[in-house]
């Protein structure tokens, strides 16, 4: 029992998200406002919602208000009996609208965009791979608990790209840790168009990059997971719908199942933000790194083992990576290590102003911004793959971005079809501008020490075919957002040399006849046409005093 009294505010949304089930399974949205100062709220609260097996998608603070807003779901009988957390205070909570009629899909795979089932995104890299074999190709890093493959593109210009190249740092993006979030995933996808469309359309700064990095994409790091969230019905444990479904699918006994990946990372496992509960969302697994999906991950990116030694990547695939992304949703949000803390990181003003930087970049390319924030501002987690990679990779750069809808929309994990590009466009500048500082600072030795600063990079002279305008003084050299996944770009700049080609040939043509017109009527003024009218001669008059015509 503790110490202060919460009382239940209304939330202004009635309706938080939109469920797949039209049973038992119920979103809650319920916001309680605190007593005492938000920094004092223990965190044994949140532990105790998991024990109450309330899935807690998300939780905001708003210090300035002591405001405490938990979103997630259970059923009503469960919700009403939090109060018992806080001295009794009366509780009431919202309940979802049921849509058992929407395709879990939310889009026909005929459509133009839609999202990606595993089959599909396994079936988009292969032909990648076929279509660029001299700068991309597949490596499978490991495999999940049901066996199913977990894949990484590479992406690089120069040597053989089978091989791991020993003089370039490497840079990882990753999706779907969490198999619910969709959009992580198609993000990965449209950045990996993105990088090869570049270098096909001969793009400068991408190809610089590219011939000084190797780029490392991973649209699903949770496969089984993933396609459980494709399938139609409702989780008959859970009693909420499989598109809901977040964990890997290990199974625990005859009904429980899953780990949560994203607290089965060894930092700090086991500690605030994670459930030792098997049934538990955020359940964090027998023991670090226990689940095939992060040891592949682990293995696959390399860690310090300890304070001298480097564990390489145990498949000799990589050899320096620089920095990473793990893709999320939702919130809208950047954010920068640590997330187990509410204390600053040892490099808090390199990862802090990379992260504000991502974001300007992306606010001056699309005109949206994100939140930037401490990870642990959103709420403490251990055990997660940016904590772990930060600490054992002693400070290099690692951002976990929540992509959209924003933290306060009624969407949530059912983010539309038609939210795709949007969400690509915006995220294209933050993941470039991040490569590109790595690229300008790929010689740092010590990250922990190393202070924040970034110079615009020097790209070939040569011009761009795919000119766009460019950004205020201070942004990265010009680079252009295109995420169509078709060969619209080419398609354009073939169409442009034809038009110029016909202008030419236009011009010529009426130049000639002016020319030929000329000559007739010198031809006509001196009486002699020669070969023009057949004769052996040309024009003998001057054709200097004709008048102009």
């Known amino acids: 029992m503790y110490s202060f009294t ?136 490991g495999h999940s608990v049901e066996l199913r493959s977990i894949q990484a593109l590479k992406i690089s210009l120069g040597g053989d790209i089978k091989q791991n190249n020993y003089t370039k740092p490497e840079v990882v993006y990753l999706g779907a840790h969490h198999a619910r979030e969709w959009i992580s995933t198609e993000v990965v996808l449209c950045l990996a168009n993105y990088f090869l469309k570049g270098i096909e359309q001969g793009d400068p700064i991408i190809r610089n990059l590219l011939s000084n990095f190797e780029i490392w994409l991973v649209p699903v790091v949770n496969p089984d997971g993933f396609v459980y969230t494709h399938q139609s019905g409702v989780d008959p444990v859970s009693g909420v719908s499989k598109r809901f479904w977040r964990k890997n699918r290990r199974k625990f006994g005859n009904t429980v199942y899953g780990v949560d990946l994203n607290r089965n990372y060894n930092d700090d496992f086991g500690g605030p933000g994670a459930s030792n509960t098997k049934s538990a969302t955020d359940y964090h697994g027998p023991a670090p790194f226990s689940e095939p999906e992060t040891r592949a991950i682990r293995d696959f990116t390399g860690y310090w083992k300890d304070n001298t030694t480097w564990v390489n990547s145990t498949k000799g695939l990589v050899n320096n990576v620089l920095g990473c992304i793990s893709y999320h949703s939702y919130g809208e949000l950047i954010l920068f290590p640590p997330a187990d803390t509410y204390s600053r990181g040892r490099n808090h003003e390199f990862q802090s102003n990379l992260a504000l930087e991502m974001n300007n970049e992306m606010r001056r390319r699309t005109g949206n911004s994100y939140t930037v924030e401490q990870e642990s501002a959103l709420y403490l987690v251990s055990g997660d793959f940016c904590g772990w990679w930060y600490t054992k990779n002693r400070g290099k750069a690692c951002m976990s971005i929540e992509l959209r809808p ?68 201070g942004s990265p050299a010009d680079w252009h957002i295109d995420i169509d996944d078709n060969d619209t770009g080419l398609v354009v700049i073939l169409c442009t040399v034809a038009a110029c080609v016909m202008i030419v040939v236009v011009f010529m043509l009426a130049y000639s006849w002016k020319i030929t017109r000329r000559r007739l009527t010198a031809q006509a003024m001196t009486g002699d046409v020669g070969a023009w009218g057949g004769g052996a001669g040309g024009p003998t008059g001057p054709v200097s005093n004709l008048p102009s015509m």
């Open 6 to 141: 919460v009382r239940l505010l209304l939330f202004a949304t009635t309706v938080f998200c939109n469920v797949l089930n039209n049973n038992t399974g119920t979103i809650k949205v319920v916001q309680f406002q605190l007593s005492v100062p938000l920094t004092q709220l223990p965190s044994q609260v949140l532990q105790q919602l998991h024990t109450f097996q309330v899935d807690t998608w998300s939780v905001h603070r708003d210090y300035s208000a002591n405001l405490l807003r938990v979103i997630g779901a259970a059923d009503t009988q469960t919700v009403h009996e939090l109060p018992a957390l806080w001295d009794g205070s009366a509780v009431q909570t919202f309940s979802s609208l049921s849509t058992a009629n929407i395709d879990s899909s939310q889009a026909s795979v005929n459509t133009p965009v839609h999202y990606h089932t595993l089959a599909e995104t396994t079936a988009k890299l292969s032909k990648w791979e076929a279509t660029y074999p001299h700068v991309a190709h597949v490596f499978t890093l």
């Open 406 to 473: 924003g933290e306060a929309s009624s969407q949530g994990f059912l983010l539309p079809a038609d939210q795709i590009k949007p969400t690509c466009t915006e995220s294209i500048p933050a993941a470039m501008f991040f490569a590109l500082y790595l690229q300008e600072n790929k010689n740092v030795k010590n990250w922990w020490t190393h202070r924040y600063h970034y110079k615009v990079p020097t790209a070939p002279t040569a011009p761009s075919p795919r000119p766009h305008p460019p950004g205020p003084p």
